[in-house]
């Protein structure tokens, strides 16, 4: 198993200096999961932090092995303010994360796809008071956060019976900058156009790719990821959604030299690393 770049108390300690400091920092957690820290407030998006789906796969024929060690324990993040659960797959919306979360920040929101509230409920229990819905489109301001919901196709841009969609990404503005936490997703038509007004200064993309044979849907493979970050004018481009299961991973080198023939600015991070904005 990889080992994380940090974890448990050594990832505490950089947590507690950047917001004794004042600045704003970064973190990925592994999958597609990461933690935004600034003086404005701290959000963390589509965390997974748990072994779940490795016990629940273990004795099937699509065993969840896991590739690099866990970041941090869910119960031992605390100061959160807003989580983000993109779509109701488990690596994005994971009671044995969510709720030791939410136990342990009574104050925290849960932002979900309206589309996805019964879900959600079903999922995680009585957690009604703590939710904030938005759909495609739509903007709201969340703990002095701006949220704008995003289309995402996996596979496809799937609505509900009242047009609502089941699976998003996010643009968030927070601490002076703009971020696009993609969840997870594949190219669609709406997506570029739905993201260009925004010209984020981070852009956090999936790498995995579609490859029906793994028989769990698709994602942007690496040089998509990279196009798409370069056509919406994305400051820097962040590559996840990979290194956490064996059998639905890809290496991040086709994103990188992607990357480097676009001119797009990128930075590939470790399990448990994070930079400085």
């Not at 770049?5 to 957690?29: E, H, I, N, P, S």
């Not at 690596?91 to 589309?115: G, S, V």
Request: hydrophobic share 40%; net charge negative; charged share 20%.
């Amino acid at each position: 198993m990889k080992p994380a770049f940090q974890k448990d108390g050594a990832f505490l300690v950089d947590l507690a200096a950047a917001r004794a400091a004042g600045r704003t920092r970064l973190w990925w957690l592994g999958q597609s999961g990461f933690l935004l820290s600034s003086p404005q407030g701290t959000l963390l998006f589509d965390p997974y932090l748990s072994d779940s789906l490795t016990k629940k796969y273990a004795a099937s024929d699509k065993p969840h092995t896991r590739m690099t060690e866990r970041v941090i324990a869910p119960e031992c993040l605390t100061g959160i303010n807003v989580i983000t659960s993109s779509h109701n797959h488990t690596d994005h919306l994971d009671a044995e994360t969510l709720l030791p979360l939410l136990a342990a920040n009574p104050q925290a929101k849960l932002m979900i796809p309206r589309a996805n509230r019964a879900f959600v409920l079903e999922r995680l229990g009585d957690v009604a008071d703590r939710l904030v819905e938005i759909d495609a489109g739509e903007s709201l301001a969340v703990c002095g956060m701006e949220f704008h919901g995003i289309p995402a196709a996996h596979n496809t841009v799937e609505r509900d019976d009242h047009g609502c969609c089941r699976f998003l990404g996010f643009v968030v503005r927070l601490a002076g900058k703009t971020f696009y936490h993609s969840g997870d997703t594949m190219l669609h038509e709406s997506l570029a156009a739905a993201l260009t007004p925004f010209q984020p200064d981070v852009s956090m993309v999936p790498i995995n790719g579609n490859r029906p044979e793994r028989r769990v849907a698709g994602n942007l493979d690496g040089r998509e990821a990279a196009r798409l970050s370069h056509a919406i004018g994305a400051g820097l481009a962040i590559p996840h959604h990979f290194d956490l299961f064996e059998f639905n991973t890809a290496a991040p080198d086709e994103f990188e030299e992607s990357c480097r023939q676009l001119g797009q600015a990128f930075r590939t991070l470790k399990n448990g690393e994070g930079f400085d904005l």
